[in-house]
T-cell receptor, first 111, second 116 residues
Framework: SQQGEEDPQALSIQEGENATMNCSYK?????LQWYRQNSGRGLVHLIL?????REKHSGRLRVTLDTSKKSSSLLITASRAADTASYFC???????????FGKGNQVVVIP | EPEVTQTPSHQVTQMGQEVILRCVPI?????FYWYRQILGQKVEFLVS????????KSEIFDDQFSVERPDGSNFTLKIRSTKLEDSAMYFC??????????????FGPGTRLTVL
């Protein structure tokens, strides 16, 4: 079944630096969504990019989507300690309700 | 800002007992979902619900699971006879439109189910 896979698994950066994480998937998608999860908590939606879009911005977040490579990246600019969390990509298929989640990236921002 | 709510935040139960997890989706949303996340693992889709019936379910969602929208606001997940491996965080989600998978799914804070 369709699944996203993030890479790298864990990232530790200094506050103010940028954090980049990647996600790849196997089949055609309708959209790709990024979520954040603080330790043991719920999933917070960050951004959705549709299959006909290549780049999207929201505040300090920048998402790219390359459907030819079946990959997406999430960039967090000027990171803050509060950005410490796990970040998941999830793909939505055409005519399909479910989201398929990747394994998640653990990002630690050191103050 | 409207949000999905879930109760309880943590449920502890004995193996073999029935549990009901409750969710209140965002009020104008039409599609409802349950996902689960076993500790340290991926978030997995369980079931989607639209127009008062299941629209899709995963292989995890066997006869021990059921969903219901008992009134205009609540959406419940019942596990009839819990097993140890049902221990997980269960997330409810909802979204607005009635077709395809083009729209954002908004997730609740989750219910942590512990089966002893």
């Amino acid at each position: 079944s369709q699944q996203g896979e993030e890479d790298p698994q864990a990232l530790s950066i200094q506050e103010g630096e940028n954090a980049t994480m990647n996600c790849s998937y196997k089949t055609s998608i309708n959209n790709l969504q990024w979520y954040r999860q603080n330790s043991g908590r719920g999933l917070v939606h960050l951004i959705l990019i549709r299959s006909n879009e290549r780049e999207k911005h929201s505040g300090r977040l920048r998402v790219t989507l390359d459907t030819s490579k079946k990959s997406s990246s999430l960039l967090i600019t000027a990171s803050r300690a509060a950005d410490t969390a796990s970040y998941f990509c999830a793909t939505g298929l055409y005519g399909n309700n479910r989201l398929a989640f990747g394994k998640g990236n653990q990002v630690v921002v050191i103050p | 800002e409207p949000e999905v709510t879930q109760t309880p935040s943590h449920q502890v139960t004995q193996m073999g007992q029935e549990v009901i997890l409750r969710c209140v989706p965002i009020s104008n949303h039409l599609y409802f979902y349950w996902y689960r996340q076993i500790l340290g693992q991926k978030v997995e889709f369980l079931v989607s619900f639209y127009n008062n019936e299941i629209s899709e379910k995963s292989e995890i969602f066997d006869d021990q699971f059921s969903v219901e929208r008992p009134d205009g606001s609540n959406f419940t997940l019942k596990i009839r006879s819990t097993k140890l491996e049902d221990s997980a965080m269960y997330f409810c989600a909802s979204r607005t439109t009635g077709g395809g998978s083009t729209d954002t799914q908004y997730f609740g804070p989750g219910t942590r189910l512990t089966v002893l």
